[in-house]
């Protein structure tokens, strides 16, 4: 069965400073990725995706993650981190040779920004 | 993308009762999932809203306790049956526009607190 496991349940970081949040997942074959993110009191926004086209794709606010095969890893990164990016962000899995679309979502992780 | 709706945005119920939440989307699409999330946890997949038949059931969930509907391509409803404290959470409803793109949109959820 398909898995992603976050490391971390709560990053802290200053503003300005590299935002690194990590994400492995568990599949047979490569799958399809997901990050999400949940402002406080909101539902789910898609960030990024990988389906199989440039291990690095780029994402809305700034956000990237790069395909590790090697590693089965998905892992998001920002540059520069704003008070603004302070949510809690969640690592997904979709089987791609399944027709049911459905994703596996990871247990989160809570970022906080420091002033 | 899609814009979906939910409806109501929060309520609180009291024990032993039931209640029903409706998603909307702007657009017709392929599929419909309703998760569950409940206080600081990740989300958790209840079902498949299939058009036109029974939901399909993730593992821990069945119908007598979750009915769903499914009457259009636009339009499902999640019931929260015979409720207790521990259905306390966070209720979302997700879509896929297209089985190509494994890309879900989420609806700002239903806040569900049962007394």
């Known amino acids: 069965a398909q898995s992603v496991t976050q490391l971390g349940s709560h990053v802290s970081v200053s503003e300005g400073a590299l935002v690194l949040l990590r994400c492995n997942y568990s599949?047979?074959?490569?799958?399809?990725l997901f990050w999400y993110v949940q402002y406080p009191n909101q539902g789910l926004q898609l960030l990024l995706k990988?389906?199989?086209?440039?291990?690095l794709v780029k994402g809305i606010n700034g956000f990237e993650a790069e395909f590790k095969k090697s590693e089965t890893s998905f892992h998001l990164t920002k540059p520069s981190a704003h008070m603004s990016d302070a949510a809690e962000y969640f690592c997904?899995?979709?089987?791609?040779?399944?027709?049911?679309?459905?994703?596996?979502f990871g247990s989160g992780t809570r970022l906080s920004i420091r002033p | 993308s899609a814009v979906i709706s939910q409806k109501p945005s929060r309520d609180i119920c009291q024990r032993g009762t039931s209640l029903t939440i409706q998603c909307q989307v702007d657009?017709?699409?392929?599929?419909m999932f309703w998760y569950r999330q409940q206080p600081g946890q990740s989300l958790t997949l209840i079902a498949t809203?299939?058009?036109?038949?029974?939901?399909?059931?993730e593992s821990g969930f069945v119908i007598d306790k979750f009915p769903i509907s499914r009457p259009n391509l636009t339009f499902s409803t999640l019931t929260v049956s015979n409720m207790s404290p521990e259905d306390s959470s966070i209720y979302l409803c997700?879509?896929?526009?297209?089985?190509?793109?494994?890309?879900?949109?989420f609806g700002p959820g239903t806040r569900l607190t049962v007394t």
């Open positions: 997700s879509v896929v526009k297209d089985n190509l793109s494994y890309e879900q949109y």
């Open positions: 599949s047979s074959v490569p799958p399809y």
């Open positions: 990988y389906t199989s086209a440039a291990t």
């Open positions: 997904a899995v979709s089987d791609r040779n399944s027709s049911a679309s459905k994703i596996i």
């Open positions: 657009s017709q699409v392929t599929m």
């Open positions: 809203a299939n058009q036109g038949s029974e939901a399909t059931y």
